[in-house]
């Protein structure tokens, strides 16, 4: 079991603002959460430094700049041992069209978020990881038709019960 970081409301406010405006000064900020701008930066920096502030990104609209596919892939390998996890998770860490890899329970071991250029190259793609000796027992695809939500930051108010 992991520790938690202990955070405290003002923590919360901070995290949920930075989760949705990563790009906001932190003299903004520090208004927002009525402290000084130092103070601000000093909860910052330690956010960051305990982790619990990963990395600061970029949305990209896609759809904006060139014609694509995303799709999931459902993947279940051959075995199941340690090493042929590790083996899996390496490969795909290597795949650029691999946006997102998630270890999952059910019917399946993992889940693969995949963005291609066309249906062709996820389908010449998807075809070299099954041959390149990885693991990969089977692979289910799901294309993508149309994104109905966005994800708009983690449910803080629900998870974090201040």
Not at 25 to 48: F, G, I, M, P, W
Not at 72 to 83: G, M, R, Y
Not at 128 to 139: A, F, H, L, R, V
Request: charged share 25%; with cysteine.
């Amino acid at each position: 079991m992991s520790e938690y970081t202990k955070i405290n409301k003002i923590d919360l406010k901070i995290l949920k603002i930075l989760q949705t405006n990563g790009r906001i000064t932190n003299q903004q900020l520090a208004e927002q959460v009525h402290l000084s701008a130092s103070a601000c930066l000093s909860r910052v920096k330690r956010l960051e430094t305990e982790g619990v502030l990963k990395r600061y990104i970029t949305e990209i609209d896609l759809e904006k700049l060139a014609p694509h596919v995303e799709a999931f892939a459902e993947v279940t390998l051959e075995n199941h041992t340690p090493d042929d996890f590790l083996r899996f998770d390496t490969a795909v860490a290597k795949v650029a069209e691999v946006t997102d890899s998630y270890k999952i329970s059910g019917a399946y071991d993992y889940l693969l978020k995949f963005v291609c250029a066309d249906v062709k190259s996820y389908n010449r793609l998807s075809d070299e990881m099954i041959t390149s000796n990885i693991g990969i027992g089977k692979m289910n695809t799901l294309i993508i038709l149309e994104r109905t939500k966005d994800f708009s930051g983690f449910p803080m108010d629900t998870l974090l019960k201040l």
